[in-house]
């Protein structure tokens, strides 16, 4: 058997898209595998019997990072290509799965989930004082480059090199650029939430907050003193907040405190 | 707030659902995007960009680790716009922060009932396997993958149909909000700051930034000390 079509190719990397769209506790990602594989068989076996015995070998529990999973249907494709030709093993398989799904599902969520998305989400946020209803283009922008390069990359490797992909995704130093991009995170995030105090906290002390439906356009901060209470109070709750948050406080409860605290402030005053 | 309105609701509440987590994965879910466009489909930007904003803030550190998910984001963000337009649909005006914040403390619980409505549609997605097996056991290897796809439309439906139920409540809540006390809708006013703040305070401390006190106090200085020196951003 020689190597697949390219339009098949292209079939099997569109469908991995799909790989968690028939997640469940037991199986997870085990439906998405079979549906993104699907289109190879046909061309990597020649009996109905080779074909049932390899979508077989894919119904054990798959679960991985759902980007770094191009990188796991990719190289299955290469090692089933080469058992295809006689060159690999059922086991080479199965041990190239157990052995990669683990790791490239702990880099996926530390890279993607906990640095890239929230990184570009903080930078996306504040981006709205300054671009408006552009900030979330901005946001997609930014986060997709890496996303959607990265996904197509992890893909072609895994399909060229097997589980020699573990060498050169090492040599991409995502660890260092994770810590990078959490700091991005924190910055920004710190930075819009003085924002939104300033342009709403400050500007609204007069009679434009006591009715519904009064403060149509939201009035700019007029005075030194107002911006200086208002960066007070932000710091003061920005900094309680980020305390009880580490000290295993739930988030929903922080919101509704901060709320109430306003809404008691507003009462009150 | 028309047929159409919540019909549209319905469908962009039920694809970004979809895009969470089922397909592609973009980040279209997110809540800065999906609550944006909400708002916007509705035609009222404002309240998407502004309860997007605190919504993605507020979610920023949400991660699905392993087998773990965390609370669903992209529902409280698109009913919490969608309720926030609809308050501002039947005020005849753009929603006002009072209006977000309403929107934000009502819809935020959300994210739990969205995670605990996920867990039971993952529970439902086990007879799709249970298919998937019998097919390949029977040689049907086409039915075996196709029932990837199954699994999806629960999804699509009732996401869509818990943002529309949103949508459809702005109108009577902007009716009950009415009646608050002045003293009362200042406090709201001040509130949705408060939560922008609160939520900040959250994201900083989810993104396990080695130096992220230091950076968090200098993002915020900095963003002070511009505002103090321009008398106000705008």
Known sequence: MSALPLRTVLRVAWRSLFIQAGYSPDAMQTLGLLYALAPAWRHLYDTDEARNAAVRRHLSTFNTHPYTAAALVGGILHYELKLARGEATVEDIARFKSTLMGPLAALGDGFFWLSLRPATGAVGVALVPVLGVWAPVVFLFLYNVVHFVARAWLFAVGLRSGAALVTRVKSLRVPTWSDRLRSISALTAAGTGAWLTVRFGAALHGAASEALDAATDVPEPTSARAVLGAAMACLVLGALGVALVERKVQPLAVLYGAAALAVVLGVLW | MTWTQLAVTALWGGLVALERRAFLQAMLSRPLVAATVEGLLLGDVASGLYVGMVFELFFLGGASLGGAHPDHDTLPAVAGAAMAAGMGLASGVESTPAMWALSILICAPFGRAGLWLEHRLDRRARKYFGRAVTA????????????????????????????????????????????????????????????????????????????????????????????LVTGGLS
Do not use: E
Request: proline share 7%; net charge positive.
């Open chain 2, 136 to 227: 390949t056991d029977s040689g049907n290897l086409d039915k075996a993958a196709r029932q990837n796809l199954r699994a999806m439309w629960p999804q699509f439906v009732f996401y869509g149909l818990l943002c529309a139920a949103a949508a459809a409540a702005g109108p009577s809540l902007h009716a009950l909000a009415k009646g608050f006390p002045p003293s009362l809708l200042r406090g709201l006013t001040w509130a949705y700051p408060a939560m922008g703040v609160a939520a900040g305070a959250i994201a900083v401390a989810g993104s396990h930034a080695p130096k992220r006190h230091a950076l968090a106090l200098a993002g915020a200085a900095l963003t002070l000390v511009a505002a």
